[in-house]
């Protein structure tokens, strides 16, 4: 059976142009995706970045699939740290009443993450502090240091986590992601009371758990029974442990009988390789300025990125990235991704792009869908 092909949107703002315009374009571009036979259609959920326009994936996700009829739409992913796991199983209840057979709710655990975390998370910059390696073909690179010391981006980020809703006292995320599960099943058991919420329960929504290392992400995922995807395109030093610790907790449910993995990339494709490697040209200024703390910018253009002076210190920031995003032509993106598919195990697998060029993004899904066949 062929590897099914999926996309996760980050509903990208390039510069000069609005969120409008940028949401409008991932509306446009899931009717395309549609078109061009992809398995599964996510958006994000970003807040504070002005270069994302992906805020609220259940609004998000609705519109998606109002616009379009066969591809799976959901989230990639909804931030549990954020919500109340009610609230969430019933805004994606909803959406799969509606819409029944094909609504994924893909979810996180970002907000659960406080202060003292995000401080060992946005410390000094530097070499990576670890040793990178080839695995049967596969650039594992080494882990960098997350991001600047600056006492300032720490301020800013733990109270946007407070403005975001955080809290300190939401529970352990595997409880979390069994509540929602019991929402959308026959209801949950609370302070030796029986709740049902009718907005969910019953709904078809197949829940999906998202993480970047083998940490709780993958042990919850494993533990409940539900299919994982491991984020190669974030946090590619991390992803063989994440997919292993996820099959090593893996205990089979009535959702799923053996473990079931999915692995996205950021690719570029064009129609050669020089083309594709211009339009990725952006993308390690676009990276910086989400790993320095500040939020992702913009999406910039060829000339604004070159405009930029680039040290030592901060390319190391961005170095894993830029060396695992696939970049070339259709037949060399897909050589790559065979291989991340074979290394990983994965069964499916997701793909992200960005490029400064609606019809330029629009045509790099559109070439790897053709290859990939």
Same mark, same amino acid.
């Given at each position: 059976?062929?590897?099914?092909?999926?996309?996760?949107?980050?509903?990208? !703002?390039?510069?000069?142009?609005? &969120?409008?315009?940028?949401?409008?374009?991932?509306?446009?571009?899931?009717?395309?995706?549609?078109?061009?036979?992809?398995?599964?259609?996510?958006?994000?959920?970003?807040?504070?970045?002005?270069?994302?326009?992906?805020?609220?994936?259940?609004?998000?996700?609705?519109?998606?699939?109002?616009?379009?009829?066969?591809?799976?739409?959901?989230?990639?992913?909804?931030?549990?740290?954020?919500?109340?796991?009610?609230?969430?199983?019933?805004?994606?209840?909803?959406?799969?009443?509606?819409?029944?057979?094909?609504?994924?709710?893909?979810?996180?655990?970002?907000?659960? !993450?406080?202060?003292?975390?995000?401080?060992?998370?946005? &410390?000094?910059?530097?070499?990576?502090?670890?040793?990178?390696?080839?695995?049967?073909?596969?650039?594992?690179?080494?882990?960098?240091?997350?991001?600047?010391?600056?006492?300032?981006?720490?301020?800013?980020?733990?109270?946007?986590?407070?403005?975001?809703?955080?809290?300190?006292?939401?529970?352990?995320?595997?409880?979390?992601?069994?509540?929602?599960?019991?929402?959308?099943?026959?209801?949950?058991?609370?302070?030796?009371?029986?709740?049902?919420?009718?907005?969910?329960?019953?709904?078809?929504?197949?829940?999906?758990?998202?993480?970047?290392?083998?940490?709780?992400?993958?042990?919850?995922?494993?533990?409940?029974?539900?299919?994982?995807?491991? &984020?190669?395109?974030?946090?590619?030093?991390?992803?063989?442990?994440? !997919?292993?610790?996820?099959?090593?907790?893996?205990?089979?449910?009535?959702?799923?009988?053996?473990?079931?993995?999915?692995?996205?990339?950021?690719?570029?494709?064009?129609?050669?390789?020089?083309?594709?490697?211009?339009?990725?040209?952006?993308?390690?200024?676009?990276?910086?300025?989400?790993?320095?703390?500040?939020?992702?910018?913009?999406?910039?253009?060829?000339?604004?990125?070159?405009?930029?002076?680039?040290?030592?210190?901060?390319?190391?920031?961005?170095?894993?990235?830029?060396?695992?995003?696939?970049?070339?032509?259709?037949?060399?993106?897909?050589?790559?991704?065979? !291989?991340?598919?074979?290394?990983?195990?994965?069964?499916?697998?997701?793909?992200?792009?960005?490029?400064?060029?609606?019809?330029?993004?629009?045509?790099?899904?559109?070439?790897?869908?053709?290859?990939?066949?």
């Amino acid at each position: 059976m062929p590897t099914p092909l999926s996309i996760l949107d980050l509903a990208p !703002v390039l510069s000069g142009r609005t &969120n409008a315009q940028a949401l409008r374009s991932t509306i446009d571009l899931a009717q395309r995706a549609e078109q061009f036979g992809y398995h599964r259609y996510w958006v994000a959920e970003h807040h504070f970045a002005p270069g994302v326009a992906a805020a609220a994936p259940a609004v998000l996700t609705a519109l998606i699939a109002s616009a379009t009829t066969r591809i799976r739409v959901g989230s990639g992913a909804v931030l549990l740290g954020y919500y109340a796991p009610l609230s969430v199983a019933e805004q994606f209840g909803t959406i799969a009443h509606v819409h029944p057979g094909r609504v994924d709710l893909g979810l996180g655990r970002s907000g659960l !993450v406080r202060g003292r975390d995000l401080a060992k998370r946005f &410390n000094s910059a530097g070499a990576p502090v670890s040793t990178g390696r080839v695995v049967d073909g596969l650039v594992i690179p080494g882990k960098p240091k997350a991001a600047l010391d600056r006492a300032e981006v720490l301020a800013r980020m733990e109270a946007s986590q407070t403005l975001l809703g955080a809290r300190d006292d939401a529970g352990a995320y595997i409880d979390q992601v069994r509540q929602i599960l019991d929402f959308l099943g026959d209801g949950h058991s609370y302070a030796g009371q029986e709740f049902r919420a009718p907005a969910a329960t019953g709904a078809d929504a197949e829940v999906w758990v998202l993480g970047s290392s083998a940490g709780e992400s993958a042990r919850a995922a494993g533990a409940l029974g539900l299919p994982f995807t491991a &984020n190669y395109h974030v946090s590619p030093s991390s992803v063989l442990e994440a !997919v292993a610790g996820y099959r090593e907790a893996f205990v089979p449910s009535a959702r799923l009988a053996r473990p079931y993995v999915m692995v996205s990339a950021d690719v570029v494709v064009a129609e050669d390789s020089a083309t594709a490697r211009e339009l990725a040209r952006p993308y390690g200024r676009w990276v910086l300025s989400i790993r320095s703390g500040d939020g992702a910018i913009p999406f910039p253009s060829s000339a604004e990125a070159d405009a930029f002076a680039w040290t030592d210190e901060l390319r190391s920031l961005v170095a894993d990235r830029v060396e695992t995003q696939f970049v070339g032509s259709a037949a060399e993106v897909v050589a790559r991704l065979r !291989v991340l598919r074979d290394v990983t195990g994965a069964d499916e697998l997701m793909v992200t792009t960005i490029v400064h060029g609606e019809e330029e993004r629009v045509r790099s899904f559109e070439l790897l869908a053709k290859e990939w066949g």
